[in-house]
């Protein structure tokens, strides 16, 4: 009963994802456009950073704002079950309320693993190449771990809201910092002191780089890089579990 209630939500946001022409659309054309006017707007005053050149650089960036992004927004189908009473017919289920958080983030970090993937290969349009591709089963597996992490942070939050008009935006205010001070799509060796210190707070930053790692061959401290991801991915498994205990019925 417990597998079958983690498939069976995970294989309802896949389906849900694949239904929306529009929101399909939409996540493959934004990042294509950053790609665009970071690589071609800001490649040309960047030889190399960090050792390769600009748009190996900022690859792995896009990718990642691209699985956070459309990670975290999968919290909104929760608020869309809360008003339209699914989510209170599964929570009154016998089955574990931790299987119907983590069938939902599973399939929201499944359908971001295929945009990150996606987005991934337009890159070659512009002369990106895969450093190693025998790492590249690495890749996907943290790509989707990536994606596992900002579901939870995206469903976690969205415990909190009713409004559907309200969350994108709060979202948006909270995403938008994550990703520029982060060296998503340049080097903070030359930022202030202080914003170098709210980097290092920053886990999207330790996503960042371990997918360059992987993606572009940039060294990294892999140990603390994996070390970070895989405590907040705990700490929000007990957050969201509590917090779906939390809800009534």
Known sequence: MINSALSV???????DFFRNK????????????YLIAF????????????????????????????????ATLSGTSLIWDKKFGFL?????????????????????????????????FLGYFLGFRIDNWALFPFVIITIFVVALLFSLLGTVLATKFDDMNSFPSIMNLLMMPMMFLSSGFFSVNNYPKALQYIVK???????????RRLISGVE???????????????????????AFNKIEG
């Open 88 to 120: 209170r017919e599964t929570l009154v289920a016998p089955v574990s309320r931790t299987q119907l958080l983590f069938g939902r983030c599973l399939g929201g970090a499944t359908t971001s693993l295929l945009q990150g993937i996606a987005v991934l």
């Open 39 to 70: 690589g071609y707007g800001f490649g040309s005053s960047f030889k190399t950073l960090e050792g390769v050149s600009y748009i190996q650089y900022l690859i792995p960036g896009i990718v990642g704002m691209t699985v956070l992004m459309n």
């Open 201 to 211: 707070l920053n886990p999207y930053e330790y996503c960042v780089r371990l997918l």
């Open 220 to 242: 990294t401290n892999l140990m603390v890089d994996i070390g970070v991801i895989a405590a907040v991915i705990i700490i929000l498994g007990f957050l969201g579990t509590w």
């Open 22 to 33: 529009q929101r399909l659309f939409v996540s493959l054309v934004q990042p294509f456009l």
């Open 9 to 15: 939500m995970w294989h309802r946001q896949v389906i």
